[in-house]
């Protein structure tokens, strides 16, 4: 299935879709819809035939204009400074020693963080992340 497919099919025809792999090439997507937002996309995983090699970029160009994405346990240090430099918000958990970002809103989704902030206080919190370089410091462990 693509991902055009699972969005007209799950949030377009107001259906509660389960989670799935879709295609957009060379891209596959592991997508969900949030039980948090309506109408947020959630990026639990995604892998690529071509990396480096402007897949995510093409596929968010299309998408961000009319679909909020969360992308769920960036990693990759390199996609996290990805992600900022798109002005996505990106957030971890408030513990000792992180090693990942939590998650990132997209930049139109991030209006709804205060839905989040509700949310992820019930669950431990989390802190904005605006300086890679200062989160890097804390967290060195990163994939590569």
């Known amino acids: 299935m693509t991902f055009d497919q699972w969005y007209t099919e799950s949030l377009k025809a107001g259906l509660f879709k389960r989670s799935e792999w879709v295609k957009h090439k060379p891209l596959s997507l592991y997508v969900r819809c ?26 968010l160009d299309k998408y961000e204009p009319d ?3 969360l992308v769920e346990n960036i990693q990759n240090l390199r996609l996290a400074k990805y992600f ?17 970002i939590d998650f990132a809103l997209s930049p139109h989704a991030a209006a709804d963080v205060e839905i989040f ?4 206080r019930r669950n431990g919190g989390y802190r904005e992340i605006t300086n890679m370089d200062d989160f890097i410091d804390a967290a060195p462990v990163w994939e590569s």
């Open 84 to 100: 900022l430099k798109r002005d996505y918000r990106l957030f971890c958990g408030e513990r000792l020693m992180p090693t990942m």
């Open 34 to 59: 949030s039980t948090i937002t309506p109408g947020l996309v959630e990026l639990a995983n995604m892998t690529s035939t071509q990396k480096g090699k402007g897949g995510l970029t093409k596929f």
């Open 117 to 120: 902030t509700r949310h992820t």
């Open 67 to 69: 679909v909020m994405f």
